[in-house]
């Protein structure tokens, strides 16, 4: 990918001052996005998001497994982020690698919560089946089909909707006796599933400084020019669930909690927005079966 | 485990001689200067072509020919239990190879010297015949690229289960343990570019099999030209000038 | 067209996938109607236009009413698709009977694929299970047919036993009734009722004989039996080691006794009494749920008398007549499973009972009814008891109006159900065989039982056989890999009257003092090919069985008597081993060839002895015959320093009349020196061709072993020992072999006798695949030999066609057939023969005992007997001369309802092996002769048993049955 040249950068920098981006678009204002549900049938639950040019594919298998040793009432949330080549050719072979560790650790410290499973995306409890020696395991892989600017932001909205298409088989322990585990009894009816509750899954803001202003939703070319970023995980109730410092260059720290409330604000247009897309894609979803 | 019923029907319906339902779109992804993205049943595969553009290291570049790279990898939730893969796994490598070798076969690649042309296959779900899915997945992407081919690759995997040869293998009928044959052809020239089998098959089977192969490649290209058709037809349509 | 299928499933390691099937729909199925005009016609078109209507089946009717299927008098019967896979996945066997009966296109079923039609596929509703599914796919299916052939002449009736499902077809549209219905409408065929088979559906059936006359509900009737527990609770009882499984069998002298093998507990586990047994049938396999070991038994130590029934006044007497001897471990279960520690833990045994039957192995049942008032009528129904002829199996109760005309015939039946309720599983008759006691019809039964199949060869078997009449032709001799032998003095030595000779030798004196001598076995691989359908017959049949009075061949009878046979003055091929001999019988050298022989005679035993023994006979067949005798008598001798056992059994041979084929005389087989002179070299042969086999082919060969007996099946041979102040030591062959020789008695059948019970301690030898184990497992116990194969006959033996191939392979002559490299079709081979055999072995005693039966119908005879095992209330007798065991009861019998006599007691002593009346004036020790009195009696008409009784006392003996 060319890099910009000196003119088209101020020109970029110039745009943004003036709260005009290259798309006319305000520094605040996130891309039109649409989703759509169930693209993985082997999946559990699955959402397809373009963001802009941005594509992703959000995947959730739900597999049984052991809860974490110290909390043996809780499941298990487990993401990852990976980079196709069908991006571009520097993301062939190990060329993503390094982007998609930042991106996935980004993920986990906004969805995974506190070490105990409080404020986690979803409620780790609900997912127990046997306490100690079974659980669920919600595994949520990110793919990224095409990059163009703000990837994480795109993945937050996409392991929402995934989420929000996840169907957990109902198991039941049957009777086993004194301290023995019964043997789990699967039921197979995929209308009896268990639906995962995302009204505390949170939603993600990048906000990008480029130049001495900083805007949502970069595009790749603002976001090459970026000096750092601030990601600021924000859910239904207003609360901030992770804050994620990238790039190089420093904030100062007056900025900085500027920065938290303006990302409140768009966080929670956003997920309004995000609410209404994914109820749009489950309705469409509906009327096709 | 009966594969074909007495009725003449396969476990999800099909004859033997049918292929799965085949969908394609092309130019999904904006950026690649080529994509498709192809289902063949529930075998789900995606694929981008980058170039032709400068060879990314001096020392590979070819004189007198483009050089093709290809990378295949498959999605951790592509298949029933989520698998984690480590790029660069000898399955991945394989079939980069062997995508790399059909595809290099059809592309007129001695009109684009010292370029270089990056196929990205993606594979978002698997069920059977991701080899065949891929290599159309890789024909359509180049032709939406404009790579100059001599010939679509049509590609189609065969059987020989309970007796009966079958067309176009989902995953359970290709677990069951008996031979599968991969074929990619050029259709127009009916030349065989890539032929693989696994397992033991009789001589006189295996021309039958072969036959079945080939038929359904004709059949894909057909169908993948049809598809190429229509999505020219709308491009033309858009862009203004044609009027239909 | 479209559809998607979209379940959970959870796979063996615990994990739950997702699975999602594509599932098409279309639109180029036919209906298989003759009268359908829209259709394509085909070669699956077979329901006829002429018939007064089809009949659909649903899933139920499919799987319990199979035998009401099979009849001739169902036809045109349309099977949907949805009901074939549930029967698939329900039921492995009725599945296979449904497809055969498919694919006989005179029965006209057709099988509709209803699920990918675009018109008969239904989609699962939210919340509806499975089961309501398939019955609405069912219904859409009748609908259908009805709507597509309106107007033609056939209706289509849907046949179903569930009340709800048929008010619901008619709801739709459609004309539904139950079996029971439907059968008794068609008045053109009444018979068919009987076939009905007995479920537990509601339907209108007539109720079975407890709630006979009022159609009471079910709750009325008393709860005989604990329930069974569902799968899951078996599963999960099973993995925590609550419940043990193992497959049930049954003690053949007593049907309430019966024996679970579990590797769980190590031992078997008894199961006693009725009420434990719950309905677990001989073959079943079960779970088993341990008693505390205070309520642990042992096993009933009497003869088994069947005690009286409170069933409708019908009485039983019946006591347990006598029979063939056993002769090796398999023939007398019931003793070998006795002989568990008696003496430990004061009798008792690990006892449990049956909490659930986790396979049902019911199979059909041949017997007879037991004789019954019948109902006033000749059509009125009855529901008489049915007595199978394996005694190990419960008796079942059927319904019939026909039972003046089954009364007194051999029938047979299949179990449909055992509810908790009803004291004896319900089943239904499904044909005759013939009448009770005719020879022909109980031959036919007994080899029935034993599974042998009877049937003619079929046309493409005999199309095999190389055209009649067949000489060896010159192409034959030219072949350089065949060595031409004519030239050698080759003769047989069989028993007398046999045709089909598989053996030959020749004994030529070389130059230097050694001999060379040859075995000539008939080349069979020569005109048998591999996977011909003569192969394939005779591989399903796996060896000739011989009858008293008729063989069952396992190949067609111009190879067996002819092209194969060695008969002499004519030129044969055959598949020699020739060794060079030293005059002490040691080998020097062994080759092994095809060839050509002209045999010079065809002895019989008789006739061999005779020529060797008399000393003016001294041409050079007779010398050959002396030399191969002095040869033989060394091997054998170095045999026994080995360890070999000389074992004895009470082999018997009837003489037959020609005409009426009944038994004329009956006495034992003579063993000359001439008969172990053949077994001699025939041993050598086949370990010799073991050898070579195995050399070549490590893991592949078809090998014959024969396990060590263990110590407990030596049990009862020790105790009879020590009890007449014998020891034997059987720690080794040769050490049983040495104690063997040194058993001396009071009289010269003594050691006979002793020997007699030793064999009965031996297992059965098995064929195996030398691939499945470690070389020691090779051994022969009985041979005392490291490896054996069969070679030497394989005109009536499949495993030695299938040596004969390994043999030339390792020759280089042919290559090895596919299937003999396959290690799993080798194992399935070696377990298909050693059924085979063990069948072919129990159908031939069963020939015998038959034989003997009619033998003694119209005499009676007073014989000599020896005790070999003492009883609470008797003892058992071995009646060496005519080869027959049996009971003599020494208590009478209780009345009816009365317990035993205590006046009539008898005192055992097991440590002595005595029994001793009660005032001291009788005793009798094992091993001690007796006089008895064999007569055969009828305590119901036509059935015979077989009764001994003492001599001595029989004039005494008026009261008793």
């Known amino acids: 990918m060319p890099g910009l040249s000196a003119a088209e950068l101020s020109f970029l920098e110039g745009g943004i001052a003036q709260d005009l981006r290259n798309d006319g678009r305000g520094r605040e204002d996130f891309r039109s996005f649409s989703i759509q549900l169930d693209v993985i049938s082997q999946a559990s639950g699955s959402a397809r998001v373009r963001l802009g040019a941005t594509d992703i594919l959000a995947s959730i298998k739900a597999e049984l497994g052991s809860p974490p040793a110290e909390f043996p009432h809780l499941g298990r949330l487990e993401l990852a982020v990976e980079i196709s080549p069908t991006a571009g050719p520097e993301f062939e072979g190990r060329g993503g690698e390094e982007l998609s560790a930042e991106l996935g650790k980004a993920l986990e410290r906004s969805f995974a919560g506190g070490a105990n499973g409080t404020g986690a995306a979803v409620d780790l409890a609900a997912l127990s089946v046997v306490e100690g020696k079974t659980c669920w395991v919600l595994y949520a892989d990110v793919l990224v089909l095409n990059a163009d600017g703000n990837i994480l932001d795109a993945s937050a909205i996409g392991i929402k909707a ?39 899954v949170p939603l993600i803001v990048t906000l990008t400084k480029v130049g001495r202003h900083y805007i949502a939703d970069a595009t790749g070319d603002e976001e090459a020019q970026m000096s750092s970023a601030l990601s600021v995980a924000v859910n239904e109730k207003g609360q901030l669930c992770g804050v994620t410092k990238r790039g190089s260059a420093g904030i100062d720290p007056s900025v900085i909690s500027d920065m938290l409330s303006v990302a409140r604000r768009i966080g929670k247009r956003l997920l309004a927005k995000v609410d209404a897309e994914i109820s749009l894609a489950e309705s469409r979803l509906e009327s096709e079966t | 485990m009966e594969y074909v019923s007495p009725e003449g029907l396969r476990l999800d319906g099909r004859r033997p001689k049918e292929v799965r339902q085949l969908k394609c779109e092309l130019a999904v992804l904006h950026r690649a200067d080529g994509s498709a993205y192809l289902e063949m049943g529930n075998t789900k595969v995606l694929a981008t072509v980058y ?120 995953y359970v009928e290709d677990s069951a343990g008996g031979p599968d044959l991969t074929v990619a052809l050029l259709p127009k020239a009916e030349k065989v570019t890539l032929l693989q089998m696994d397992s033991k098959l009789p001589l006189d089977t295996f021309e039958a099999v072969l036959g079945l192969a080939m038929d359904g490649c004709k059949a894909i290209a057909a169908h993948m030209r049809q598809a190429l058709l229509e999505h020219t037809r709308k491009q033309a349509v858009v862009r203004g000038p044609v009027r239909l | 067209m479209y559809q998607q299928k979209q379940f959970f499933k959870k796979t063996r390691g615990g994990k739950i996938l997702k699975v999602h099937r594509e599932h098409y729909l279309r639109d180029d199925i036919v209906c298989g109607s003759l009268a359908c005009t829209t259709c394509a016609h085909g070669d699956s ?227 006693q009494g009725r009420e434990d047994l719950n309905r677990a049938v001989d073959g079943d396999v079960v779970a088993v749920e341990l008693l505390p070991p205070e309520q642990w038994k042992g096993p009933e130590g009497g003869i088994f008398r069947e005690h009286d029934e409170e069933e409708e006044g019908v009485a039983e007497n019946a006591e347990e007549g006598a029979g063939l001897a056993p002769e090796i471990a398999e023939d007398a279960p019931g003793a070998a499973l006795e002989n568990l520690d008696i003496g430990k833990e004061g009798g008792r045994v690990p006892t449990g009972r049956v909490v659930g039957i986790i396979k049902r192995n019911w199979r059909n049942y041949a017997g007879s009814l037991e004789p019954m008032k019948g ?77 042998i199949n009877t049937r003619p060869f079929s046309q493409a078997v005999l199309n095999c056989l190389p055209p009649l009449p067949w000489s060896v032709s010159d192409a034959d001799v030219a072949k350089p890999w065949r060595a031409d032998l004519r030239n050698l003095r080759v003769c047989s030595v069989d028993p007398i009257g046999c045709r089909d000779i598989d053996d030959a030798l020749h004994c030529t004196a070389l130059p230097n003092g050694n001999f060379e001598i040859g075995v000539h076995i008939a080349d069979v691989t020569n005109f048998v090919h591999p996977e011909t359908p003569l192969d394939l017959e005779a591989a399903d049949r796996g060896t000739s069985v011989y009858l008293v009075e008729r063989r069952i061949d396992m190949l067609p009878k111009p190879l067996t008597e002819d092209i194969c046979s060695l008969r002499a003055d004519v030129d044969r091929l055959a598949f020699s081993v020739i060794w060079e001999m030293t005059p002490s019988a040691d080998i020097v050298k062994s080759h092994y060839t095809k060839s050509i022989i002209r045999s010079s005679a065809a002895l019989s035993y008789p006739e061999a002895q005779a020529r060797m023994d008399d000393p003016h006979m001294s041409d050079p067949l007779t010398e050959d015959l002396r030399n191969l005798n002095r040869l033989a008598k060394i091997m054998r001798q170095r045999r026994t320093e080995r360890g070999a056992l000389t074992l004895a059994s009470p082999e018997v041979k009837f003489e037959i009349d020609t005409e009426t084929h009944n038994p004329l005389d009956v006495g034992m087989y003579q063993i000359r020196e001439a008969n172990q002179m053949i077994e001699e070299y025939m041993l050598l042969a086949n370990v010799s061709v073991a050898e070579k086999i195995l050399k070549h082919f490590p893991s592949c060969s078809l090998l014959r072993r024969h396990p060590v007996p263990t110590p407990q099946m030596f049990e009862p041979l020790l105790r009879t020992a020590a009890a007449v102040g014998i020891e034997l030591d059987v720690g080794s062959s040769k050490a049983l072999a040495d104690s063997l020789d040194r058993a001396q008695g009071s009289d010269p059948y003594f050691n006979k006798l002793i020997r007699i019970l030793a064999t009965r301690c031996m297992t059965q030898a098995v064929y195996f695949c030398s691939g499945e184990l470690s070389p020691p497992e090779y051994h022969h116990y009985g041979l005392a030999s490291p490896l054996y194969t069969h070679f030497t006959s394989p005109i009536r033996r499949y495993a030695d066609v299938v040596v004969h191939r390994l043999l030339a392979a390792a020759l280089n002559l042919t290559p090895l057939p596919e299937r003999t490299r396959d290690k799993k079709s080798m194992h399935d081979l070696s377990d298909g023969l050693n059924y085979r055999h063990r069948n072919a072995q129990m159908a031939g005693r069963a020939s015998v005992e038959l034989h003997t039966l009619i033998f003694f119908k119209d005499r009676a005879v007073d014989a000599e007997a020896r005790i070999v095992k003492v009883r609470s209330n008797g003892f058992i007798v071995f009646v060496p001369k005519y080869g027959i065991e049996g009971p003599v009861y020494l208590t009478k019998k209780p009345d009816k309802g009365a317990g035993p006599d205590p006046n009539d007691d008898f005192v055992v002593d097991e440590e002595h092996q005595t029994i001793t009346s009660k005032d001291k004036r009788q005793t009798y020790k094992v091993l001690d002769t007796v006089t008895v009195h064999i007569e055969v009696q009828e305590p119901q008409p036509h059935r015979p048993k077989l009764i001994l009784t003492l001599a001595s006392d029989s004039k005494e003996q008026d009261g008793f049955a």
């Open chain 3, 375 to 451: 109902p006033g009528g000749s059509g009125a129904m009855a529901h008489p008891l049915f007595v199978s002829v394996d005694r190990r199996v419960p008796k079942i109760r059927i319904q019939t109006r026909q039972l003046a005309n089954l009364a007194d015939k051999r029938i047979i039946v299949a179990i449909d159900k055992w509810d908790r309720t009803s004291r004896y599983p319900e089943g239904h008759y499904i044909k005759t065989l013939g009448d009770i006691g005719d020879r022909a019809t109980e031959s036919e039964l007994l080899l029935m039982e034993n599974d």
């Open chain 1, 162 to 200: 995934a989420l929000s298409n996840t169907r957990i088989p109902k198991v039941e322990v049957l009777a086993g006796e004194g301290d023995e585990e019964g043997e789990l009894e699967l039921n197979d009816d995929p209308d009896e599933c268990a639906r995962v509750s995302t009204a505390a």
């Open chain 2, 51 to 170: 170039g032709p553009h400068e060879v990314s290291q001096r020392s590979q570049s070819l004189h007198d020919r483009a050089l093709v790279h290809c990378e295949y990898s498959m999605a951790t939730f592509s298949t029933g239990e989520r698998r984690r893969r480590p790029k660069g796994d000898r399955r991945s490598v394989e079939l980069s190879l062997v995508i790399r070798q059909s595809m290099e076969a059809a592309i007129l690649t001695h009109l684009l010297p010292r370029t270089q042309i990056d196929i990205y296959v993606q594979v978002l779900q698997a069920d059977g015949g991701t080899r065949a899915a891929c290599i159309n997945a890789a024909t359509l992407a180049l032709a939406d690229a404009g790579v100059p081919m001599r010939d679509l690759v049509a590609s189609c995997a065969a059987g020989y289960l309970n007796g009966t040869p079958l067309l176009d293998l989902n």
């Open chain 3, 45 to 271: 078109t077979v329901l006829s236009s002429e018939a007064a209507q089809y009949l659909l089946i649903d899933t139920n009717v499919a799987l319990h009413q199979m035998d009401l299927l099979e009849n001739a008098a169902i036809a045109d019967v349309i099977v949907p698709e949805v009901v074939l896979s549930e029967v698939q996945a329900r039921n492995k066997a009725i599945h296979g009977r449904l497809r055969l009966l498919v694919a006989d296109k005179s029965r006209r079923f057709f099988v509709f694929s209803n699920e990918h039609h675009k018109d008969t596929f239904v989609k699962t509703e939210k919340g509806e299970i499975v089961n309501d599914r398939n019955d609405r796919a069912i219904r859409r299916a009748t609908t259908w047919y009805q709507s597509h052939l309106a107007g033609k002449t056939p209706d289509v009736l849907l046949l179903t036993n569930d009340a709800d499902n048929a008010r619901r077809a008619r709801d739709e549209g459609a004309a539904a009734q139950t079996v029971y219905a439907y059968v008794q409408s068609r008045t053109d065929k009444p018979e068919l009722l009987d076939f009905v088979a007995r479920t537990g559906d509601t339907g209108g059936e007539a109720a079975g004989p407890s709630a006979e006359g009022d159609a009471g509900p079910q709750a009325k009737r008393r709860m005989l039996y604990a329930e069974h527990k569902g799968m899951a609770e078996l599963t999960a009882g099973l993995q925590k080691g609550l419940f043990h499984q193992g497959k049930l069998r049954v003690n053949r002298f007593n049907c309430f006794e019966a024996y679970v093998g579990s590797q769980s507990v190590g031992k078997e586990i008894l199961i």
